[in-house]
T-cell receptor, first 113, second 113 residues
């Protein structure tokens, strides 16, 4: 499972776009990139998952360059309720369902009024 | 709401005692994974159950054991509690062989005094 590196913390203001970059230099061919969001005293919640190029859903966008050694989670027009810890995970989702998740320390995003 | 339930919500124990935590995954999810999350850190994988057997295990001592029932619900047991076991314990449900994400419950906050 590839190790990931992401900023410890970030600050933003309501209405701004936030981009959180994750580095995963040793990503393997079968690895996917997944982002989770976690509020205090709650379990992590899936945000988005991708393999290459760009993925977009109703919550966020995920940009993955061609070499796949990094990825960027983009949150458009954040609000106070987006204040949370964001985790970037890399792993093989096709490994027979043995989808053990390896979390790092995550990025603590604080959105200010 | 991820449809995953955990009980109890909070628990206080003293050193040396034993504790049992319970988890019911989302309907149709046949695999249950348990994670320990210390304050300020990312969740750490404990073990995973499928078909009532432990399939994977993280770097946790034998004091941590589990069980899965025919209805896919699961228990986490911790014996000989010590202060370092104080944490948020999360369970996550998933479908074996699926590329879909894991769905986490709200967790059980365990405090060991």
């Amino acid at each position: 499972l590839a190790k990931t590196t992401q900023p410890i913390s970030m600050d933003s203001y309501e209405g701004q776009e936030v981009n959180i970059t994750c580095s995963h230099n040793n990503i393997a061919t079968n690895d996917y990139i997944t982002w989770y969001q976690q509020f205090p005293s709650q379990g992590p919640r899936f945000i988005i998952q991708g393999y290459k190029t760009k993925v977009t859903n109703e919550v966020a966008s995920l940009f993955i360059p061609a070499d796949r050694k990094s990825s960027t989670l983009s949150l458009p027009r954040v609000s106070l309720s987006d204040t949370a810890v964001y985790y970037c995970l890399v792993g093989d989702v096709f490994s027979g369902g043995y989808n053990k998740l390896i979390f790092g320390a995550g990025t603590r995003l604080a959105v200010h009024p | 709401d991820a449809g995953v339930t955990q009980s109890p919500t909070h628990l206080i124990k003293t050193r040396g005692q034993q504790v049992t935590l319970r988890c019911s995954p989302k309907s149709g999810h046949d695999t249950v994974s348990w994670y320990q999350q210390a304050l300020g850190q990312g969740p750490q994988f404990i073990f995973q159950y499928y078909e009532e057997e432990e399939r994977q295990r993280g770097n946790f001592p034998d004091r941590f054991s589990g069980h899965q029932f025919p209805n896919y619900s699961s228990e986490l047991n911790v014996n000989a509690l010590w202060l370092g076991d104080s944490a948020l314990y999360l369970c996550a449900g998933s479908v074996r062989g699926s590329t879909d994400t894991q769905y986490f419950g709200p967790g059980t906050r365990l405090t060991v005094l």
